[in-house]
């Protein structure tokens, strides 16, 4: 304190080793009359150091002076490492920095004072620390995690300093070896696989030994390449992860080739896969043979048929794959309204077979379904076929055709018949009515039109009534001409009229020649 309340007093640095005692806040300084000023002495050695010998003076301006005499040691702060140097041994280089060999370094403060802590590595393309710069507080630990990730091949060694307290270090010496990776198939002609062919649902093996070539132990997936486009299941490996093979060591892996549909003969690329390194192993080649039969068509839609009438649709079997196949229909389940030809047969492997499935319903419907009609294949699953039609009446919208003539004699009329399809047409035409006729067959070119006669022979007067006929011409569209004839008599003309003259009372012999206008004999 200043005496008094008198004038102010000067502070000058004292003698003494400066480089291990520091004056706060300085060597110099005033005190206000009645007041006080806190000076504060720093000991602060960069080395074990002990301090002997060592004094300050505090001279007052105009007043008396103050000494003040030091003691004291400096020691190293009491730090443990778990390690001071670490050998990672062979590592893969060019590896992923997530993928890469750790270690643990664990610093405690055994010291009776906190200890502030800082990395002086500045991390390489070799290694790398983990640390941030803290303080360790007495009895207290921290980690530095240490990551090897060589760029090349080759020895890499590393001292890692820490910074204690800002004025002394520790130095750790990390080392370690760059090395390739290198998994091939132990024997050279297994670079390629050719696995038999098998039929679907049958299974081929394939063992297949790896061997580690590298210096330093692997652990690794096997799969296939990213680039396949083979369904699941179809081609796999046993063990296909987490396989562990040491230097030069050997281990064995599975492929199994599974198909269920024919497959022509393909190549894949089998790969392994460490932590993100891809590298080729082995290509495996392989097939499936198997009968594949389709339908060209699953539902057959057949429209309106007119009754008595009849239609027919083609379908189309393919043989697609590798073998001849059985088939056979159960004809018995599309009647009473469809048939199907041929019902049963063989289908060679490439070839296609035809079925015509014709449709002539029985009665009067306005939804004809039969569904599920199975075909049977051998060693294959059924293949469905689905039937639609109705069946319409006939339309009498047409006038009647009128027919006269005498009785025994005969009227001629046409029909006309349009086929606009593009397929020939051979027609049966059904005459009914006692006194018609008309051929049983016609043939209709395609895109043509033909006539067709129908003859009216009477035999028999129509006395009370005219005589009813009709003409139903079912065409293959399903559709059908359909006319009703009416006929009219006139008494039967005089075949001849005989004028002879010959004596009375003498025999004569006159000869008639008659013919039989009916299908039947006479008496």
Not at 209 to 223: C, E, H, M, Q, Y
Not at 416 to 444: C, F
Not at 477 to 484: E, F, K, L, S, T
Request: hydrophobic share 40%; charged share 20%.
């Amino acid at each position: 304190d200043a005496a008094g309340g008198v004038a102010p007093a000067d502070v000058h640095s004292g003698k003494g080793q400066k480089k291990l005692i520091a004056l706060k806040p300085g060597t110099k300084g005033a005190i206000e009359p009645a007041s006080t000023q806190k000076f504060t002495f720093v000991f602060c050695p960069g080395q074990k150091k002990v301090l002997a010998g060592c004094d300050a003076v505090c001279q007052m301006a105009y007043g008396p002076s103050l000494q003040f005499v030091f003691a004291g040691e400096g020691v190293k702060p009491s730090l443990h490492f778990s390690f001071t140097k670490y050998n990672f041994g062979p590592c893969f280089a060019a590896r992923p920095v997530e993928s890469c060999q750790c270690k643990a370094l664990t610093i405690t403060n055994n010291h009776s004072q906190a200890v502030s802590l800082k990395s002086l590595l500045s991390n390489s393309d070799d290694v790398s620390v983990l640390f941030k710069a803290c303080v360790v507080q007495p009895g207290r630990s921290k980690d530095a995690v240490f990551q090897f990730h060589p760029r090349a091949v080759g020895k890499v060694s590393v001292d890692c300093r820490f910074e204690v307290n800002g004025l002394s270090t520790i130095g750790v010496k990390i080392s370690g070896e760059g090395t390739i990776m290198k998994v091939e198939v132990a024997d050279p002609e297994q670079k390629q696989i050719k696995l038999r062919t098998v039929q679907a649902h049958h299974t081929c093996s394939q063992p297949v030994k790896l061997v580690n070539r590298s210096s330093a132990p692997i652990t690794f997936d096997v799969g296939l390449s990213p680039r396949a486009t083979l369904e699941p299941g179809v081609l796999t490996i046993k063990p296909h992860s987490d396989i562990l093979l040491g230097p030069g060591a050997t281990g064995t892996v599975v492929v199994t080739f599974s198909p269920t549909l024919r497959m022509p003969r393909f190549s894949e690329e089998i790969i392994m896969d460490c932590s993100g390194s891809i590298l080729p192993l082995f290509t495996v080649s392989a097939a499936c043979i198997a009968r594949e039969v389709s339908l060209d068509f699953r539902r057959l839609a057949f429209g309106d048929v007119v009754l008595g009438s009849a239609t027919s649709r083609r379908v189309t079997m393919k043989n697609s794959g590798d073998l001849p196949t059985r088939y056979s229909w159960d004809a018995a389940k599309f009647g009473p309204d469809f048939t199907i030809w041929p019902v049963e047969g063989v289908i060679e492997a490439g070839l296609e077979v035809q079925f015509t499935v014709a449709f002539k319903p029985v009665n009067l419907s306005k939804d004809i379904r039969y569904e599920d009609l199975k075909c049977r294949l051998e060693n294959a699953e059924a293949l469905p076929l689905n039937l639609t039609g109705a069946c319409v009446p006939r339309s009498t919208a047409r006038e009647p055709i009128p027919f006269q003539c005498h009785v025994r004699g005969k009227d001629v009329k046409t029909i006309q018949i349009k086929n606009p399809s593009t397929q020939s047409w051979t027609l049966r035409p059904v005459i009914e009515g006692h006194y018609w006729s008309g051929a049983d067959t016609i043939t209709v070119e395609p895109l043509s039109t033909k006539q067709y006669e129908v003859v009216y022979r009477p035999i028999a007067m129509a006395v009370d009534k005219k005589h009813q006929g009709s003409a139903f011409i079912a065409l293959p569209d399903g559709n059908a001409i359909y006319y009703v004839f009416t006929g009219a008599t006139q008494e039967a003309k005089v075949i001849a009229a005989t004028n002879r003259e010959w004596p009375c009372k003498r025999e004569h012999v006159e000869v008639f020649t008659l013919s039989n206008w009916l299908k039947t004999p006479q008496r």
